[in-house]
């Protein structure tokens, strides 16, 4: 099956900035609502960062942060291609997956300490 | 007449809150002082009123307006500086006292170095936008310099929007100042204060007992963040003080009865004696294109998800 494709530039803009925007517009809680229906399904996605031109920390927490703390790092690893992506905007999704992991393993030790 | 009832606030000289926030500080806590009904600020000796000046001002007037159960009367006294009266005109001071332009005054400022103070309270990239072109005007800016400082806007009003619960929005205002290559921008909101929010999570909850400034302090470290179920990330101010020193700005983060103001290594902690409702940040920013943005590098301990 050919997979979903996503240009991040041209639906979610040069300035992804905003984890919620009022009046239904496109932000990062949509686009992460979008890759974990797919993550779900097992579905195959290509993200396109042609044009992005900020990718603000809170952005790449909601959207990609969170996914990885939902489906841990080896779904998004398989299931997600990522293109055209500068050094600025790799640096920013990969701290906020990193971030969100390293919570998710702080929670679980804690859960198995209680 | 009760004299307590009616006071009079004299401003003069240039009024900013740095390096000196004495007189702005003094001129709040009279007009927050309980049992006022009639304020009158006395612009006459003004030279200069500076963004913050204006915000605070303008902050603390909507403040009172609705929250004091009985009226309290506002009264301005112009500054005697033509300067100073079409700065305060074209920013959009006297809107909020009912007051319009004197009629003769000469346009001195030029237009466009001005973003004039507007009430928001919906998020979108406007005020960024707005910003990028009133800095393009005068300068060719890096792009990386640009793209920092979209993103220390949008995070600032997303931190506002998200966190302050202020019901009556955010104030901002930006000023210009294209022969230094500097620019100045304010944003300031009504809600319940760094402090309030962050003594929610318990982790910090001890700094509901601490003055105000230690709250501002931990807000500026990494992954600090009062969200109880892991909502956000703690990065916004991190990122944004990270911005401006890189850039050799400076940054000023008033709230509730603390004031930390920050350029370089140097941290100027002020414990007020009044309570500011909300909490108002200033950031300076040098714009200038041969500055690099030098970013930390982050220490990651799992495998990347973008190589």
């Known amino acids: 099956m050919k997979p979903q494709f996503i240009n991040i530039g041209k639906e979610y803009g040069p300035v992804c900035g905003h984890r919620e925007l009022p009046n239904g ?90 | 007449m009760n004299p307590k009832h009616d006071v009079k606030v004299h401003l003069s000289g240039r009024v900013d809150i740095e390096p000196d926030p004495s007189q702005i500080f003094n001129a709040l806590k009279i007009m927050l002082s309980s049992g006022i009904k009639h304020v009158t600020i006395d612009l006459t000796k003004v030279e200069f009123l500076y963004p913050a000046a204006v915000v605070l001002l303008t902050q603390t007037v909507v403040y009172i307006h609705r929250t004091r159960p009985r009226k309290v009367k506002f009264s301005l006294i112009r500054p005697e500086d ?33 973003i004039r103070l507007k009430r928001r309270r919906c998020l979108t990239p406007l005020f960024s936008q707005e910003l990028v072109e009133l800095i393009k005007k005068h300068q060719d800016v890096s792009f990386m310099v640009e793209r920092d400082l979209i993103e220390a806007i949008i995070e600032l009003e997303d931190n506002v929007k998200r966190h302050s619960e202020s019901e009556v929005g955010w104030f901002v205002l930006a000023q210009g100042y294209p022969n230094s290559n500097r620019v100045r921008m304010v944003i300031g909101d009504l809600g319940i204060g760094i402090r309030s929010h962050l003594s929610r999570h318990p982790d910090f909850e001890y700094l509901a007992d601490k ?30 003080w990270k911005f401006i020193d890189a850039c050799g700005g400076s940054m000023v983060i008033l709230s509730e009865d603390g004031c930390v103001l920050l350029k370089g290594e140097d941290v100027k902690i002020i414990n007020l004696d009044f309570v500011f409702p909300g909490t108002f940040v200033v950031l300076k920013v040098n714009y200038a294109s041969d500055k690099i943005i030098m970013r930390g590098e982050e220490i990651l301990t799992h495998p990347l998800l973008v190589k």
Do not use: W
Not at chain 1, 41 to 65: N, Q, W, Y
Not at chain 1, 88 to 93: E, G, K, S, W
Not at chain 2, 87 to 111: K, V
Not at chain 2, 213 to 230: D, E, K, M, P
């Open chain 1, 25 to 114: 517009r496109k932000d990062a809680k949509h686009l992460q609502k979008v890759l974990a229906r797919a993550l779900q399904k097992a579905e195959k996605i290509r993200l396109s960062f042609k044009g992005v031109m900020v990718l603000t920390p809170s952005f790449a927490d909601e959207a990609f942060g969170k996914l990885a703390e939902q489906f841990g790092l080896d779904p998004l690893n398989k299931l997600l291609e990522f293109k055209d992506v500068s050094e600025y905007v790799a640096q920013r999704i990969n701290y906020a997956v990193d971030s969100r992991l390293k919570r998710r393993e702080q929670a679980a030790k804690q859960k198995e300490i209680a």
């Open chain 2, 211 to 240: 003055p105000s400034s230690n709250a501002i302090i931990q807000s500026l470290q990494r992954g600090v963040t009062g969200a109880l179920h892991g909502e956000h990330s703690g990065e916004g101010l991190y990122t944004i």
């Open chain 2, 82 to 114: 033509p300067k100073v009266e079409d700065y305060l005109s074209s920013c959009g001071f006297y809107y909020y006292f009912g007051l319009r332009r004197r009629a003769g005054t000469p346009r001195i400022h030029p237009r466009g170095e001005v």
